[in-house]
T-cell receptor, first 111, second 112 residues
Framework: EADIYQTPRYLVIGTGKKITLECSQTMGHDKMYWYQQDPGMELHLIHYSYGVNSTEKGDLSSESTVSRIRTEHFPLTLESARPSHTSQYLC??????????FGSGTRLTVV | QQPVQSPQAVILREGEDAVINCSSSKALYSVHWYRQKHGEAPVFLMILLKGGEQKGHEKISASFNEKKQQSSLYLTASQLSYSGTYFCGTFDSGAGSYQLTFGKGTKLSVIP
């Protein structure tokens, strides 16, 4: 079944560590997105990509970076994690329709 | 421009109806509706394209008034499973934009 996968599901790390959140999709979608969401709150777009070698920053300023070397893979990297990065990170993909497919998310806690 | 959702929260008893509104100050190309249950990812419900169409999903339907730049989500005879936060997402009519802008969400609680 076509889907979108995020790993890890939960992550607790120390301040200053470098981390990479993984996102892969099997649907062949060109468009992929990263959203940051605090529990029960709104979705903030932090990065998006329209295809291989295409990446853009979203509306919310973020200290993270992304890459898109393969269509199916869209990892997000934090070079030096801080407690302010504690949040849930959701990856999504889409074609022109019928809508976004979201991954299960990575719940990140920086201590 | 972030769409505005109302109400922010609503509590219903099983079997009651509810309406969630989503409005924008910009001309819209389409409106998406998503439902997110606690601790889960948002799930796509439906998309409405400009043209004033209505759509349905089980006992959930929606309308899109292009002139008013507004969409409404109608939940009929609510069930416990309808509980969650509902987000609308909008695409502006400007060219080249493939990113949804989400509203702040409406938290819906259905109680027995």
């Amino acid at each position: 079944e076509a889907d979108i996968y995020q790993t890890p599901r939960y992550l607790v790390i120390g301040t200053g560590k470098k981390i990479t959140l993984e996102c892969s999709q099997t649907m062949g979608h060109d468009k992929m997105y990263w959203y940051q969401q605090d529990p029960g709150m709104e979705l903030h777009l932090i990065h998006y990509s329209y295809g291989v070698n295409s990446t853009e920053k979203g509306d919310l300023s973020s200290e993270s970076t992304v890459s898109r070397i393969r269509t199916e893979h869209f990892p997000l990297t934090l070079e030096s994690a801080r407690p302010s990065h504690t949040s849930q990170y959701l990856c999504a993909s889409s074609e022109d329709s019928p809508g976004y497919t979201f991954g299960s998310g990575t719940r990140l806690t920086v201590v | 421009q972030q769409p505005v959702q109302s109400p922010q929260a609503v509590i219903l008893r099983e079997g009651e109806d509810a309406v969630i509104n989503c409005s924008s100050s910009k001309a819209l190309y389409s409106v998406h509706w998503y439902r997110q249950k606690h601790g889960e990812a948002p799930v796509f419900l439906m998309i409405l394209l400009k043209g004033g169409e209505q759509k349905g999903h089980e006992k959930i339907s929606a309308s899109f008034n292009e002139k008013k730049q507004q969409s409404s989500l109608y939940l009929t005879a609510s069930q416990l499973s309808y509980s969650g936060t509902y987000f609308c997402g909008t695409f502006d009519s400007g060219a080249g934009s493939y990113q949804l802008t989400f509203g702040k969400g409406t938290k819906l609680s259905v109680i027995p």
